[in-house]
């Protein structure tokens, strides 16, 4: 079946302006997770979602950066007034349940650079 | 605050030598503990876990909770291994059955022919 997809693959865009990112889970799984891979710092958590529940947002570096997602399934990453140090590959990740052994699966990722 | 590791970022052996990947981690409680591999142009995936205690393209990985170290091994490496390694802890985030992993920051596998 299809995997986890995210859009676009490549951002380009100029400091100060505000960038959506989407992310497709995996159909039926409840768990969606964002991380950043960036140079230096490796891949770190930024917001989670499980159902109805609230997010758990406790890795969002600033509140220029906020998530959402509509209807259990599809989930927007928005950065406003993007920075320099914004630039970097935005993973999304989908489990089928919220045990800590769950498999996470990764989509491709978006490649934001910010100029 | 649990963390996690990695003490190479690039490792370079010979193909058919055994390889050891290292992986550190610091976490007040029981650790759920993975590897995740990513090859050249794909997808970050999953490779093993510890609680399945299985092994995959002949790598395995023990927990020690003693040395608090998940280190992956392969008694004979492979040019197709060559990839980047990350080694990930699931912990419990500040929200109920909010499991996220911490990961490393990676080792660079090169299987030199």
């Known amino acids: 079946g299809a995997g986890v997809s995210q859009s676009p693959s490549n951002k380009v865009t100029e400091k100060g302006k505000d960038v959506e990112l989407r992310c497709d889970p995996i159909s039926g799984h409840t768990a969606l997770y964002w991380y950043r891979q960036s140079l230096g710092q490796g891949l770190e958590f930024l917001i989670y979602?499980?159902?109805?529940?609230?997010?758990?947002k406790s890795g969002l570096p600033s509140d220029r950066f906020s998530a959402e997602r509509t209807g259990g399934s599809v989930s927007t990453l928005t950065i406003q007034r993007t920075q320099q140090e914004d630039s970097a590959v935005y993973l999304c990740a989908s489990s089928s349940d919220y045990q800590s052994t769950d498999t996470q699966y990764f989509g491709p990722g978006t490649r934001l650079t910010v100029l | 605050a649990q963390r996690v590791t990695q003490p190479e970022k690039l490792l370079s052996v010979f193909k058919g030598a055994p390889v050891e990947l290292k992986c550190n981690y610091s976490?007040?409680?029981?650790?759920?503990l993975f590897w995740y591999v990513q090859y050249s142009r794909q997808r970050l995936q999953l490779l093993l876990r510890h609680i399945s205690r299985e092994s995959i393209k002949g790598f395995t990985a023990d927990l020690n909770k003693g040395e608090t170290s998940f280190h992956l091994k392969k008694p004979f490496a492979q040019e197709e291994d060559s990839a980047m390694y990350y080694c990930a802890l699931s912990g419990q985030g500040s929200g109920a059955g909010s499991y996220q992993l911490t990961f490393g920051k990676g080792t660079k596998l090169s299987v030199i022919p």
């Open positions: 976490y007040s409680g029981s650790p759920e």
């Open positions: 979602f499980q159902g109805n529940s609230a997010p758990d």
